[in-house]
């Protein structure tokens, strides 16, 4: 199969580079950057383009992507609802081609939200903390806004916060469309790195899961590098191709 990547100068890129490179079924043909011309892509023949960009690059990248028939792949967060709806509208389930959008290729992570969604209606609160580099440009994560949506999904009942005096503003995170807390920390040293917490009366849960080098979301990737093609539409979410969704 032979690729491309958009966003190969990154620290993400240059690793999905290493990856395809190394896989027996992959032959990395293009490496571009943000403000690079798109049009090399199609000169190498990459049938697949992976995008670790940003949000206001990556969608028009698909659909360029789209207008010359190369499946992609996106691993650029924050992408919005009306972004989604225009991936649809590119990348229609009638169609040829396949856009698979992930949030988290870590499969640990996927499972984690997996876990949380399964947990959620046995509990009456809960809350998530994610924790990414100093470099990240988004907040929440969407790993973050996914599992509290999972969450709410799964169970539409949560407690009340007991907070009535917010002493710095703040303090409490922000909250989801379903009531679920979430506090981001950004720091320098970190990866991505997610816990969630859910109590209920006498006991806690807490599911976490850490990436501690970029290396932990290459499986995933390739994955959805190899499965793209056989998903004709819009996939969001690596647990399709897991079997969990």
Not at 60 to 89: F, K, M, P, Q, Y
Request: glycine residues 12%; aromatic residues 4%; hydrophobic residues 50%.
């Amino acid at each position: 199969m032979k690729v491309g990547v958009i966003g190969a100068a990154g620290r993400m890129g240059a690793t999905v580079c290493g990856a395809v490179s190394d896989a027996d079924d992959m032959s990395l043909v293009a490496g571009i950057d943000v403000d690079d011309d798109r049009q090399a892509l199609a000169a190498a023949g990459a049938e697949v383009a992976v995008d670790f960009t940003v949000p206001s690059a990556a969608v028009g990248n698909a659909l360029w992507c789209a207008e010359h028939s190369i499946h992609c792949v996106i691993g650029t967060t924050g992408l919005s609802a009306d972004d989604l709806a225009a991936l649809r509208d590119a990348y229609p389930a009638s169609g040829p081609l396949g856009c698979v959008v992930a949030p988290n290729f870590a499969i640990g992570a996927v499972l984690m939200m997996h876990f949380a969604a399964l947990a959620a209606p046995w509990f009456e609160t809960a809350e998530i903390i994610e924790l990414h580099h100093d470099n990240k440009v988004d907040a929440p994560s969407g790993t973050a806004m996914l599992t509290a949506e999972r969450m709410t999904s799964a169970s539409a009942e949560w407690g009340a916060d007991p907070t009535k005096v917010e002493v710095v503003a703040g303090a409490r995170g922000g909250v989801s469309a379903g009531g679920v807390h979430i506090h981001s920390l950004r720091l320098r040293g970190l990866v991505a790195h997610q816990e969630v917490i859910l109590g209920t009366t006498g006991q806690t849960l807490t599911i976490r899961h850490d990436s501690m080098d970029r290396a932990s979301f290459m499986p995933g990737v390739l994955l959805a590098v190899r499965s793209v093609a056989g998903r004709p539409g819009l996939t969001v979410g690596l647990e399709h191709l897991l079997g969990l969704a």
